[in-house]
């Protein structure tokens, strides 16, 4: 363990703006934490080389088994960190959504194939803060399972199961995530050297493209408001440009957020903060600073710190419905200010309104920027008028942001695969009639011998064809031969290369211009 935590302190991680980056990530510091925390740092855990693909079990009875260990944990409530309204599940989710939401379509970069939250720089993230703990639940299953789950999968696996144990729909499961051994593979996410040197973001708040968020070390976008501000109208195009940038359109995107929002709660419960990040206190990250520190429940329960802001989207935050889109509309929505100091809004009531009682829930700036965007409006709308719509959109969108990164639809094990979704480029059905490798090569030896230029034509063709590959999120390549249509077909770099399919070949092998 001590090799590989030297190994990513020896990276040199920078800090950006004060987000937490570098160092070893052990879990906490309380005394049953500590107990299970132990085993985190262990090699067995953090490293795959015993073979993590040679050790995988993905049958039923297995993933059964799984399933009832996770369900488990959901109700158990642990001193070291009480759940929020006795259910763990809402935890689980923002785990594997932050998971997987590091995920960028612009180089295939991030998500939750690998299992690297649990490592620096992504361990580290403001977003992250607190996500330590779910981690340290989860441990008694993976040391109870072993390799028959990675990381990533029991991750990916518990969110799903997270849902559904409160009512919400799931597509299914695409297992097969392969666990890295560290951080490497997520040091262009930055904050650290690397990123700073390929992709700078000289305003920590308004990143571009190649980079998946607006804020380096949050997951979409500051959701008090472009760089802070709390002004929804600017807040929603930011909204739309980096979800985006991770492949979700419109719906996808509001059914993400007001799904997600659906379970939980947000917490600030005081202006000091969250405590000592993880650079500062690898053994007890983030330890809570709110309360009474002779208390039990200092920097826990209703004293945690997480995001600085207070408070719940819904009236019952462990139950799947529609409220969350239903309240947005029914209320106008003011300023607050949470006990951290953070500006969050709260219901009032309409001036038409003939109900008396105002929920005691609350939204943040991301959230009210729905209601200030026309295309965005519209489908919060649909959503609280019919809760088949959301469940059908949420379900899609939810199996599309923890699957993207694992591509192709072939790379989907086990018994709860849905059929393949547009995202993973599925293929035709595989043709009955096959011509046979010898009719093949004699066909292409024909295209040949009819002119010398062809051999470096064809050469061209195959390394343009297969060198779209890219090992992130293996997508590309020539399966599929996609560069026959565009938009690889209209790139430059392939200018000339439709010859070979402008010709036909006949059944002998003869060439015939079309």
């Known amino acids: 363990m001590g090799r590989t935590c030297n190994l990513v302190r020896l990276a040199g991680f920078a800090l950006v703006t004060g987000i937490a980056s570098g160092g070893c990530p052990f879990l906490s510091g309380q005394e049953d934490q500590q107990q299970l925390g132990n085993h985190i740092g262990g090699e067995r855990l953090l490293s795959t080389d015993s073979g993590y693909e040679e050790g995988a079990d993905y049958s039923r009875e297995t993933y059964e088994a799984i399933k009832a260990d996770i369900l488990a944990v959901f109700v158990d409530s642990k001193d070291f960190w009480p759940a929020d309204f006795g259910n763990y599940a809402p935890l689980m989710i923002r785990l594997a959504w932050h998971c997987a939401g590091s995920y960028r379509n612009s180089d295939g970069r991030g998500g939750c194939d690998g299992g690297r939250i649990r490592f620096f720089p992504e361990h580290g993230w403001a977003d992250n803060t607190n996500l330590d703990k779910a981690l340290t639940l989860l441990t008694p299953i993976k040391l109870k399972h072993g390799d028959a789950i990675s990381w990533g999968d029991l991750i990916t696996l518990t969110g799903d199961m997270a849902i559904s144990s409160m009512g919400g729909p799931i597509l299914g499961f695409c297992a097969g995530r392969q666990d890295d051994s560290s951080?490497?593979?997520?040091?262009?996410?930055?904050?650290?050297?690397?990123?700073?040197?390929?992709?700078?973001?000289?305003?920590?708040?308004?990143?571009?493209?190649?980079?998946?968020?607006?804020?380096?070390?949050?997951?979409?976008?500051?959701?008090?408001?472009?760089?802070?501000?709390?002004?929804?109208?600017?807040?929603?195009?930011?909204?739309?440009?980096?979800?985006?940038?991770?492949?979700?359109?419109?719906?996808?995107?509001?059914?993400?957020?007001?799904?997600?929002?659906?379970?939980?709660?947000?917490?600030?419960?005081?202006?000091?903060?969250?405590?000592?990040?993880?650079?500062?206190?690898?053994?007890?990250?983030?330890?809570?600073?709110?309360?009474?520190?002779?208390?039990?429940?200092?920097?826990?329960?209703?004293?945690?710190?997480?995001?600085?802001?207070?408070?719940?989207?819904?009236?019952?935050?462990?139950?799947?419905?529609?409220?969350?889109?239903?309240?947005?509309?029914?209320?106008?929505?003011?300023?607050?200010?949470?006990?951290?100091?953070?500006?969050?809004?709260?219901?009032?009531?309409?001036?038409?309104?003939?109900?008396?009682?105002?929920?005691?829930?609350?939204?943040?700036?991301?959230?009210?920027?729905?209601?200030?965007?026309?295309?965005?409006?519209?489908?919060?709308?649909?959503?609280?008028?019919?809760?088949?719509?959301l469940d059908v959109a949420f379900s899609n969108a939810w199996y599309k942001l923890v699957t993207r990164d694992m591509g192709p639809y072939t790379r989907c094990v086990g018994t709860d695969v849905p059929p393949p979704q547009d995202f993973q480029l599925p293929l035709p059905d595989k043709p009955t009639d096959l011509p046979s490798s010898t009719e093949a090569k004699r066909a292409i030896g024909r295209i040949l011998e009819a002119d010398s230029t062809y051999a470096s034509l064809l050469v061209t063709l195959a390394y343009q064809c297969a060198s779209t590959f890219r090992s992130t999120d293996y997508m590309g390549g020539c399966n599929g031969a996609r560069i026959r249509f565009p938009p690889q077909s209209e790139w430059a770099s392939n200018a000339g290369l439709s010859t070979p399919w402008e010709m036909e070949i006949d059944r002998f092998g003869y060439i015939q211009r079309r």
């Open 183 to 389: 951080g490497y593979d997520s040091l262009e996410l930055g904050p650290t050297e690397e990123q700073e040197a390929t992709a700078p973001c000289a305003v920590n708040g308004t990143c571009e493209v190649p980079l998946g968020t607006s804020t380096v070390g949050l997951i979409y976008v500051n959701p008090g408001g472009p760089m802070g501000v709390p002004e929804p109208t600017e807040s929603a195009p930011q909204i739309r440009e980096v979800f985006a940038r991770m492949g979700m359109n419109d719906t996808e995107t509001v059914a993400l957020i007001g799904g997600g929002h659906a379970f939980g709660k947000v917490h600030g419960a005081c202006p000091t903060g969250p405590g000592a990040d993880p650079i500062d206190a690898p053994e007890d990250p983030w330890p809570g600073t709110c309360g009474d520190p002779d208390s039990d429940t200092f920097g826990k329960g209703d004293n945690t710190f997480t995001s600085g802001f207070e408070g719940a989207w819904t009236e019952e935050p462990t139950v799947w419905d529609n409220h969350y889109f239903i309240d947005l509309l029914e209320y106008d929505w003011i300023q607050d200010e949470s006990p951290a100091g953070n500006i969050q809004w709260i219901p009032v009531l309409k001036e038409d309104a003939t109900e008396t009682d105002v929920p005691d829930i609350i939204m943040l700036t991301s959230d009210v920027a729905l209601l200030m965007d026309t295309e965005y409006l519209a489908i919060v709308e649909e959503f609280a008028s019919n809760q088949e719509a």
